[in-house]
Antibody, heavy 119, light 108 residues
Framework: EGQLVESGGGLVQPGGSLRLSCADS????????MNWVRQAPGKGLEWVSY????????YYADSVKGRFSISRDNAKNSLYLQMNSLRDEDTAVYYC????????????WGQGTLVTVSS | ETVLTQSPATLSLSPGERATLSCRAS??????LAWYQQKPGQAPRLLIY???NRATGIPARFSGSGSGTDFTLTISSLEPEDFAVYYC??????????FGPGTKVDIK
């Protein structure tokens, strides 16, 4: 199975923006739907966003709707998360996760990238 | 939104013992429930999907059961590497996909 590698995390001020990337070494990336899931320090898991294999169907958690934007480039085997208007509560490790067989079975995960929102 | 609750919050057991973890949904999720294991500093790993199907490479000591609103993850005999946090997650009523708060299995 292909490996998922996230990048783009870092320290950003409240109100700022950040773009996360997830590179998939799986040559059949284009047939899988993908997700972003986050985990605040010491807390549980929270689903953030979903994108279908073609990119035509997209969903967001209410907590990020209107601020975050998910996209993918199947030619580059890559998934993205554009995060705008960042808040303190967006501080978390962000994981990309590949769906296993059907949407919502998160079969493969990256190692995560830490986003810290702080002044 | 479907809320998942897990019990107990912490389970203290010894290697070789049987672990029974519970997950309850606020409304029926049919059999569309998964279990994940997460160790410190690592990403979660899919153990069980659709209530009772082991994911690829998952040992047979892990089993899942249940349907509707009540689900159980059983580890038949704990190995040292099984001490971790376990999360349930539903994909029946989405968006959003929702996770339970987790059960920590630690060494007694």
């Amino acid at each position: 199975e292909g490996q998922l590698v996230e990048s783009g995390g870092g320290l950003v001020q409240p109100g700022g923006s950040l773009r996360l990337s997830c590179a998939d070494s799986e040559f059949t990336f284009s047939i899988y739907s993908m997700n972003w899931v986050r985990q605040a320090p010491g807390k549980g898991l929270e689903w953030v966003s979903y994108i279908s294999s073609s990119g035509t169907t997209i969903y967001y958690a209410d907590s990020v709707k209107g601020r975050f934007s998910i996209s993918r480039d199947n030619a580059k085997n890559s998934l993205y998360l554009q995060m705008n208007s960042l808040r303190d509560e967006d501080t978390a490790v962000y994981y990309c996760a590949r769906d296993y067989s059907v949407a919502g079975n998160f079969g493969n995960w990256g190692q995560g990238t830490l986003v810290t929102v702080s002044s | 939104e479907t809320v998942l609750t897990q019990s107990p919050a912490t389970l203290s057991l010894s290697p070789g013992e049987r672990a029974t973890l519970s997950c309850r949904a606020s409304q029926s999720v049919s059999s569309y429930l998964a279990w994940y294991q997460q160790k410190p500093g690592q990403a979660p790993r899919l153990l069980i999907y659709d209530a009772s199907n082991r994911a690829t490479g998952i040992p047979a000591r892990f089993s899942g059961s249940g349907s509707g609103t009540d689900f159980t993850l059983t580890i038949s005999s704990l190995e040292p590497e099984d001490f971790a946090v376990y999360y349930c997650q539903q994909r029946s009523n989405w968006p959003p996909f929702t996770f339970g708060p987790g059960t920590k299995v630690d060494i007694k």
